[in-house]
């Protein structure tokens, strides 16, 4: 199966209080405490074979309080603040547009996993971020009828992030698609 065959994964999720160094890195690298979880089931998808070649290509996206919207990839550097609530969300919104970002990057996706705080996916609903079908949220139970309105898989919270009973539950649909 050639790397452009491969079903095409984005994760998203937020940064963390938790910066593991003091210098440059990539966002993936950068973040540890409760972005944890999500990185976990990202290494766990990215190394995944099925049938003897590798199960899907998968893309990672922090939503950053300095940056805005960063691929995984990204080399940044740790800042002072980290956004915690609904009105710093809105004032990273606000000057960084990370939501039209996610809305340009996510269509080529077969599946997109959002793993944020409930204020930001209001947000994310609101805004209409992402396409229809293609999104699996793992968020609040005050979420679940208005993703399976859109077609969405909804999974509730549990652990920091994802928790491993969810992860993997995601593992499984992504295993499916492919």
Same mark, same amino acid.
């Given at each position: ?76 550097? #740790?800042?002072? +603040?980290?956004?915690?609530? *609904? ?7 606000? $000057?960084?547009?990370?939501? @039209? &970002? ?38 609040? #139970?005050?979420? +679940?009828?208005?993703?399976? *309105? ?7 919270? $549990?652990?920091?992030?994802? @928790? &491993? ?14």
């Amino acid at each position: 199966m050639a790397k452009a065959n491969l079903k095409l994964v984005l994760v998203v999720t937020n940064d963390s209080t938790v910066f593991l160094g003091k210098n440059i890195a990539s966002a993936f690298d950068m973040f540890g405490g409760r972005a944890t979880e999500v990185k976990n089931l990202v290494a766990r998808l990215d190394t995944a074979e099925k049938g003897g070649k590798k199960m899907c290509d998968v893309s990672y996206g922090v939503i950053s309080s300095h940056f805005g919207f960063v691929p995984g990839n990204y080399v940044i550097a #740790p800042y002072n +603040k980290v956004m915690s609530c *609904k009105k710093d969300y809105e004032a990273v919104q606000e $000057k960084k547009d990370y939501l @039209g &970002k996610l809305e340009y990057v996510a269509p080529p996706f077969d599946k997109i996993i959002v793993c944020v705080p409930q204020d930001m996916f209001a947000m994310m609903l609101e805004h209409n971020t992402f396409p229809t079908e293609k999104v699996i949220a793992v968020t609040n #139970p005050m979420f +679940k009828e208005e993703c399976e *309105k859109r077609g969405w898989t909804y999974l509730e919270r $549990k652990g920091v992030r994802v @928790g &491993k009973e969810n992860a993997d539950k995601i593992f499984k649909m992504i295993e499916d698609i492919c």
